[in-house]
């Protein structure tokens, strides 16, 4: 049985983020690690700025916050998209993510996958 949950960013050059706590977010774990991610909002759930597409493994991940329910009643947040500065781990496995094209920084090297 895996002992961590991960976070996998398939085009960030498939980086992979370990969690211990469930508790934190995954915008909390990628700025531990000194990674630049857009959070215009600064991390309030307000803006979407800071969302991935979900590729695999979403069923790991905590139920929806009333920011993203709200996101989503809005139409600012697909199905298949979570949003860093809330999701966090229900439970232990991995998460494959990707960056949406809109959320990416320009000084950053993304690949297509």
Same mark, same amino acid.
């Given at each position: @049985?895996?002992?961590?949950?991960? +976070? ?5 050059? &498939? ?5 211990? *706590?469930?508790?934190? !977010? +995954? +915008?909390?774990? /990628?700025?531990? &690690?000194? /990674? *630049?991610? @857009?959070? =215009?909002?600064? =991390? ?6 800071? $969302? %991935? ?11 929806? !916050?009333?920011?993203?329910?709200? @996101? $989503? *009643?809005?139409?600012?947040?697909? =199905?298949?998209?979570?949003? !860093?500065?809330? =999701? !966090? ?5 991995? %998460?494959?993510?990707? /960056? ?6 320009? &000084? @950053? ?5």
């Amino acid at each position: @049985m895996m002992s961590m949950s991960y +976070l996998i960013v398939k085009n960030l050059k &498939h980086l992979v983020l370990s969690f211990k *706590d469930k508790s934190e !977010t +995954l +915008l909390k774990k /990628i700025q531990e &690690h000194n /990674i *630049d991610w @857009m959070h =215009a909002c600064g =991390a309030k759930g307000r803006c979407t700025s800071c $969302r %991935v597409e979900v590729v695999k493994g979403g069923e790991v991940l905590s139920e929806l !916050t009333q920011s993203e329910q709200r @996101m $989503r *009643d809005l139409g600012r947040l697909k =199905a298949h998209e979570r949003l !860093t500065c809330q =999701a !966090t781990f229900r439970e232990e496995g991995e %998460v494959e993510v990707r /960056i949406p094209k809109m959320c990416q920084f320009k &000084h @950053m090297e993304y690949g297509e996958e």
